[in-house]
């Protein structure tokens, strides 16, 4: 069945958005959510477990087969359901947040959606609950189009509504980076031990090599790997510590050293805030919202974290382990499968 790209992108299943420049790259682990009878949530819009299931399901999605067990699914199938709904959920977030009234353009919207419906070569079979997505997220979409080509660099409200919307943008932390290459790991963390600068470790151990210091500028929250951010936010300053981290399917070892950590301060960050603007009002919400995505809260049963890809696309990182049943959530089951 041939489905208009416009309506979604099936088995991706997200609602198609036009493609956006990468303004941040924000990701937080997922930590569980807001209220019990949600498995995810972003900026207090909340995803129900009924909502996954009923997504997966959804002839449209084509997530899950129709001879599929009742009340189970797929590891892949729950986080790509999942997917599409905490993007339906930030783009109503961010309408909302911005004083937005999705229902002032609903007619549009359900026009928009009925003439894709119309164009399709052969029937298309929407849920209740896939129409009524579509509408909502397209009506956010609609508003927020014409809300984002009027951001004002120079406008100090637009600059500071950003900031607000934003705080791991400006959680910065100054720190010496090695690279440690295998083999090496007691000889760098010895040398740094005895109070050597990195910068001459890097040319006294071969394969090493200085990824980062903090005349280069500090490191925000969102640019540290997920998996070593509790670690290097936990470290004492001025001590170096060795951590590792997968980097595209390799094992990377870094020698880090925390010197300083800070929160930037509006002020101090008006510079960044301009130029966050100015590519906002010129690239539409479509980035930012991925964005949005990335900080949602999710539940650890569904995903370790979210993190934003090298296009910009968020995604949903499988478990360390098989999906489990919450006692919330009794009525529907993830399995392991496709983890």
């Known amino acids: ?53 009923t997504v997966a399901r959804d002839p449209l999605s084509q997530l899950v087969s129709k001879d599929a067990v009742e009340f189970k699914l797929p590891g892949d199938a729950a986080r790509n359901a999942l997917m599409f709904e905490l993007t339906r959920a930030a783009w109503v977030a961010e309408a909302k947040r911005w004083g937005l009234d ?45 809300r984002f080509a009027k951001l004002d660099p120079d406008n100090e409200a637009d600059l500071r509504k950003i900031y607000e919307m934003s705080p791991a943008l400006w959680d ?15 000889e760098v963390q010895k040398l740094a031990d005895s109070g050597m600068r990195f910068d001459n470790i890097a040319k006294r151990v071969d394969g090493t090599t200085l990824a980062a210091q903090p005349n280069d500028g500090c490191l925000s929250r969102t ?18 510590k060795i951590f590792e981290t997968d980097f ?46 990335a900080e949602a809260q999710v539940d650890p049963r569904f995903a370790s ?9 968020p995604t949903l990182v499988a478990p ?13 089951q993830v399995d392991g499968s496709g983890l």
């Open 223 to 240: 640019s540290i790997p997920v998996d070593l951010r509790e670690g290097i936010s936990q470290l004492a300053l001025g001590k170096a």
């Open 1 to 53: 069945m041939a489905v208009p790209n416009s309506i979604l992108v099936m088995r991706g299943l997200r609602i198609s958005l036009a493609a956006g420049v990468a303004v941040v790259a924000m990701v937080v682990s997922g930590c569980g959510v807001a209220a019990p009878k949600n498995v995810a949530s972003v900026d207090g819009v909340g995803v129900s477990m009924d909502d996954v299931d």
């Open 172 to 186: 910065r932390t100054c720190a010496w980076i090695l690279t440690v290459p295998d083999g090496t790991e007691s």
């Open 102 to 146: 999705l229902e002032s353009v609903r007619s549009e919207a359900e026009k928009d959606l009925q003439s894709q419906l119309d164009a399709s070569s052969e029937p298309i079979e929407l849920s209740d609950h896939m129409r009524e997505a579509y509408v909502e997220s397209t009506a956010a979409r609609l508003l927020l189009d014409e």
């Open 248 to 293: 595209g399917g390799t094992p990377v070892k870094y020698l880090i050293k925390v010197i300083s950590r800070s929160q930037l301060t509006f002020a101090e960050s008006k510079q960044d805030l301009t130029q966050i603007v100015t590519a906002l009002q010129q690239s539409g919400p479509s980035a930012w919202i991925s964005t949005r995505v």
């Open 320 to 332: 360390l382990g098989p999906i489990q049943p919450s006692s919330n959530q009794p009525q529907v």
């Open 305 to 313: 974290a979210v993190t934003l890809g090298s296009s910009g696309e």
